[in-house]
């Protein structure tokens, strides 16, 4: 573990240098303690792939009296304790009316559309950080197979729902907005409503599954193929 | 009823003093550019701290009220009109149903308040009612103020005149010197690229909005291109590839994965915030004990400055 002066009141903990879903097991239960350690002197977190800033109250306290709680706080947490998170299941209706890069990855990859499906939706991802937007969750880890590149030229629309794949990384777009991931199915399922409560789904840490729905299901929960 | 929006310039956004603990769900801060100016706007009304006010970036922009109040105008030198009359700006003003508010275009700096009394009234989002365009969060429907639109306040027949003397109104200037605070990816930048940082001097380039102002000068290398995305503070400097800075602001993003220097003070990125393209920038290192003991001297010295009251 690592600490780093971030700013006049932030302190950015480095848990890891990569990517895996030990360490962003690490950074979600690291994430619980340091809000139990802080209480209110805590203004922010953002838990990522690999680390944590941690903003605090200038006025309530300091660098170093903060990074004297982290430390102890830390300290308390079991090594190589993996939990488990939250499951989440999303629904997710593969096809070419609402993937529209599928069957490219697909042909990318040397198999076929079906195989990418069952490959995407056969895999359990961990939500490594939320960002870029409102709910935008990042879940890794993609399975090489099916793992594509960002699109040399990005779509200025991406629809609501998207389920998309970059690299090692799959998301489903809360928003409609613009976009340069492969998209190979749409999710009804709203990643981000501000009237909701929770407003997102899930958070960082959790464990999330893809279940493939008809077109009828898809509909019948809500999604939207405008 | 009303302050009806006749012409909102260049950029006038509703603003609190931003949303806090957010972060999680991917939602930015937003808030005042510049807090100084905005929390003398309310201090000015005798109003609470953090009530919502219009900030008005380059002005350009006419109001007018549907209901008696009270409003002030602080930050940027923007000629102010009420009812086509001249008016000094950090003081406040009475205002009847059907008078006219005119802001010219900023002279010095860039950011303007403009607060009436108690704030207006406006449903908050996640604790805040902080516009930011970017998420659709905030404000009237997370947009920017169109003509049209009408921000509901509650009428005030009496308030005290206040006004702040011109010997102690922040005095905007085409330059300003940013202390860093030196940290995240700081290790990585070797010590001639850190000399050369703090060193010479940057300008404003056309690129400066809420989410951050990018600068140009030398190149500032690092000796890594990218990061895994990592959690952004308030005034992280962030050097892209280009190596030109960028200082974020209140509407960042969350999260990204560029290398980064320090973080400006707070303090000093209200004054950067004022600056316009073609302004000239200079950094300064400051560790953490002294930017801590800056905030609190600040804190301490805030709302202690003496209001001088005229007659209406």
């Not at chain 1, 109250?57 to 939250?86: C, N, Q, S």
């Not at chain 2, 900023?106 to 516009?131: H, K, M, Q, W």
Request: aromatic letters at 8%; proline letters at 7%; a neutral charge.
């Amino acid at each position: 573990m690592e600490l780093h002066a971030a700013g006049e009141n932030a302190l950015i903990l480095y848990l890891g240098h990569d990517t895996s879903p030990a360490i962003a097991a690490r950074v979600q239960a690291a994430g619980t303690a340091i809000e139990a350690a802080l209480g209110s002197d805590l203004i922010d977190l953002v838990p990522s792939y690999a680390s944590i800033l941690v903003i605090y109250d200038p006025l309530k306290t300091d660098h170093l009296d903060v990074g004297r709680r982290l430390r102890a706080a830390l300290a308390g947490l079991p090594p190589g304790v993996d939990l488990e998170g939250r499951s989440v299941i999303l629904p997710v209706y593969y096809s070419a009316e609402t993937g529209a890069d599928l069957e490219a990855l697909a042909a990318r990859a040397g198999i076929s559309i079906e195989e990418v499906i069952s490959i995407h939706s056969g895999t359990e991802y961990r939500v490594y950080a939320i960002g870029f937007a409102p709910g935008f969750a990042y879940l890794g880890q993609v399975d090489e197979r099916i793992a594509a590149p960002r699109l040399a030229t990005p779509r200025l629309k991406v629809p609501r729902g998207a389920v998309a794949i970059a690299d090692r990384q799959t998301a489903v777009y809360p928003a409609v907005s613009p976009g340069g991931w492969n998209l190979i199915g749409r999710c009804p399922t709203r990643m981000f409503d501000p009237h909701a409560t929770p407003p997102m789904p899930v958070a960082v840490g959790d464990r999330v599954r893809f279940e493939p729905v008809s077109r009828a299901r898809f509909l019948a929960l809500g999604g939207e193929l405008a | 009823m009303s302050l009806e929006v006749i012409a909102p310039g260049a950029l006038a956004l509703l603003q609190d003093r931003g949303r806090f603990g957010m972060h999680r769900i991917g939602l930015t801060n937003g808030g005042p550019l510049d807090p100084e100016a905005f929390n003398a706007c309310n201090r000015l009304l005798g109003n609470r701290s953090g009530c919502t006010a219009i900030e008005i970036s380059f002005g350009g922009s006419h109001f007018r009220a549907t209901l008696e109040t009270f409003f002030c105008v602080t930050g940027a030198g923007m000629p102010l009109a009420v009812n086509g009359v001249e008016k000094p700006l950090w003081a406040v003003h009475p205002l009847a149903a059907g008078d006219t508010i005119a802001l010219g275009f900023a002279e010095r700096g860039c950011r303007s308040y403009l607060g009436v009394a108690d704030g207006f009234d406006i449903e908050p989002t996640f604790g805040s009612t902080a516009t930011v365009v970017r998420e659709s969060i905030g404000g009237l429907g997370g947009d920017k103020l169109q003509a049209g639109d009408l921000l509901p306040f509650k009428k005030v027949s009496e308030r005290r005149c206040f006004y702040l003397p011109p010997e102690q109104q922040p005095r905007y200037q085409d330059r300003a010197t940013l202390r860093v605070i030196p940290g995240y990816q700081q290790a990585h930048f070797s010590r001639l690229q850190q000399r050369r940082f703090f060193s010479h001097a940057f300008t404003v380039s056309e690129r400066c909005d809420r989410m951050g102002y990018r600068l140009e000068g030398p190149a500032i290398t690092c000796d890594i291109d990218g990061i895994l995305s990592e959690g952004i503070c308030f005034g992280a400097v962030q050097i892209p590839a280009d190596g030109q800075p960028i200082v974020l602001l209140n509407d960042r993003q969350t999260i990204g994965g560029y290398p980064k220097i320090g973080a400006v003070l707070s303090l000093d990125a209200a004054r950067l915030a004022q600056l316009r393209p073609g302004d000239t920038v200079h950094f300064a290192p400051i560790n953490q004990h002294a930017a801590h003991n800056a905030l609190h001297l600040a804190h301490a010295m805030s709302g202690r400055s003496r209001l001088l009251e005229r007659s209406p």
